[in-house]
């Protein structure tokens, strides 16, 4: 070897051992995804960066999963990766909880998990062409600081194929881990009042709601009216403890508002408080279908908001929403041990999808409303956003009017759903004219304002949008329907209102995140597989024979003088 390949070799080798050196210097990952998958948000990067102590992430997916639950798994992992990367102390392990357990301690472990809100899931895999049934945990657990919480890692999506489920969980992976490491890592800066004195929807109604809440901010019940009765408590008392409050949730009110209550949130609202109203103008339950004659009257209910609602640029209209794009009712068929629900299409039951350009309604399910009425937006100052809104086919009836469900026995003629799109919710911000404002107070205020600071009005045309189903005296989440088992998106629509409203835009665009996931095409890759097959087995082979040809052929080029 002459002096020219030594000295290459030598700088080959010192080159080698300088980027070596270097590259545990300096360290950057590049993402070339087109969506920006690897690229960690700006609201996730605060998260990180404000958690000084160390975050511990255990992943339950492990061990043999079947192959969405595979692909879940990878994107988890890649996203742990960059998390880590940015808090150097985020420690995680994938887990596979009953590895190794027999079927006594399986069950235990299986028990101890859902007490932590981690739920086992039932899927089944092909082991050599066999269907076998096996048991999945798809959920983290983040720990910090003494804290836990169960994180769920695969969403719900009602009537959606495997492939649009992964999908969905897979665009709200940033969402959830963050969200988890947000509960753990903050405290509770931001207060909420549930407002408890009009005929409101119970705690068991609202518990899902206000469990989701309370993960985030301070909630405490409130209540106004029963300063009307009270010689001891006085109006301005309640106001100022109101003011303390971020947000005030009104849950379906059934009985009307005195001149005391409207005043109190007039004048909350005017030192810069936030109103989240589910109004019901409608009076209708299903349980009244449940007599004999199966049939009910519906109602205009008078809550006394009119003219503030007015004032604000808002108006409740009365009239009974129905529409074509709508959800089912379940009704039970059979008798004792032998009865079943069976689900008929309802046009009393809107399903509303808000549009992809409203961060609050982006990639959201649909929202479910029953027996909803609609609003009015009226000219105004104030910013206001229209969020979800009935289909261009609905029909608005006239109250009062007859619902029985003899109708389901009737086909549904279109002919009769040409009335304009409805809106359903809406919500107001900006700075508010008072109500009250030239009009006589119903008691003295020295504080009284005329003119709002910045506030924001949400209302909706229906109280049950709030409301969870209830079985066996427990409340299911807030959105899933027991006896059809469909899960519509009116939790995720509520969180990220009061998110918007509270200034947490952070976490709404986190969760409206997009992902464009490739997914194999099962049906093209088996007419292919004997032709790919080929490939893979054929290609190497012609290479290498390629590759030896052409060095055989150089060797003797080079060699024949």
Known sequence: MNRSMIKKLVLLVAGLILVNLLSTQFYERIDMTDDDRYTLSSTALDYLNDAELPILIDVFLDGELPAEFLKLKQETRQLLEEMSNEHPELKYEFIDPTEGLNEQERNQVIQQLAREGVQAAR????????????????????????????????????????EQRVNSSIQQLEYQLIDGLRKVSREKEKSIAILRDSGELSDLQ???????????????????????????????????????????????????????????????????????LAADPIIMENDSLANEQQTAYALPRD???????????????KGLIKDLQSGPIALATGQGRNTQYEAFKWPYYPIASGSQDIAITKNLEEVKFEYTGS??????????????????????????????????????????????????????????????????????NPDHKDQSNYSCIFLSADGD??????????????????????????????????????????LINLRNKDYQIAFLDVERSYDQRILWQLLNIVAPILLVFGFGALFIALRKRRYAH
């Open 123 to 162: 899927t089944t895999i092909l082991d050599q062409g066999k269907e076998t049934n096996i048991v999945v945990f798809p959920y983290a657990i983040i720990a910090y600081d003494g804290k836990r919480t169960a994180i769920p890692l695969l969403k719900s999506v009602a009537r959606s194929t495997t």
């Open 303 to 317: 809550l006394n908001l009119d003219e503030m609602l007015f004032r604000y640029g808002l108006r409740l209209k």
């Open 206 to 276: 609202i518990a899902d709601f206000i469990r989701s809440l309370q993960a985030y901010y301070k909630v405490a019940p409130f209540g106004i009216e029963f300063v009307t009765t009270s010689d001891s408590v006085q109006p301005r008392q309640v106001l100022n403890a109101l003011n303390q409050y971020d947000l005030v949730i009104e849950a379906k009110p059934t009985i009307a508002f005195s001149q005391t209550k409207n005043y109190i949130l007039d004048q909350y609202l005017m030192n810069g408080g936030n109103l989240l």
């Open 375 to 444: 609003i009015d937006t009226l000219n105004s100052s104030n910013r206001k956003q229209i969020l979800l809104s009935s289909s261009e086919n609905t029909r608005v009836v006239t109250l009062p009017t007859a619902i029985s469900l003899s109708e389901l026995e009737r086909d549904i003629n279109p002919d009769n759903y040409q009335s304009d799109s409805q809106i359903l919710s809406v919500i107001s911000q900006g700075n508010f004219t008072s109500a009250f404002k030239n009009r006589v107070k119903p008691f003295d």
């Open 465 to 506: 949008i709030m409301k969870n189903q209830v079985d066996r005296g427990q409340p299911l989440d807030l959105g899933y329907d027991l006896r059809t088992g469909q899960l519509y998106g009116n939790k995720e629509f509520l969180l990220n209102v009061v998110n918007s409203i509270l200034a947490d835009d952070g």
